[in-house]
């Protein structure tokens, strides 16, 4: 079962990020886009939704279109993901 994970925690965990102007989006939601990212390597970032507090790794190409999806379960796998990929750099 894929659980919320906090935006304090991908604040710790180490995420950027980057703001966006949109006002469709912010018409919809109340509240400026903003893309919040955890760069594993040149390919692949792990992207935490605002809307929805989950994660998912994406895997891109090196025109930047997205390849694969996968959610992220939990918090717990969150971090040893980070912690693999810290490890491999």
Partial sequence: ??????YSDVIRLGFKIQKAH???YF???G??????????NKYSCIDWAK??????????DKEGTIL???DIQNLEELEKIINIYNIIK
């Fill in 1 to 6: 079962m894929i659980t919320d994970i906090k």
């Fill in 22 to 24: 949109d006002k469709v």
């Fill in 68 to 70: 694969q999806i996968i």
């Fill in 27 to 29: 018409n919809e939601y």
């Fill in 31 to 40: 509240f400026e886009y903003e893309i919040i990212t955890f760069k594993l």
């Fill in 51 to 60: 809307e929805s507090r989950k994660c998912e790794i994406l895997k891109c």
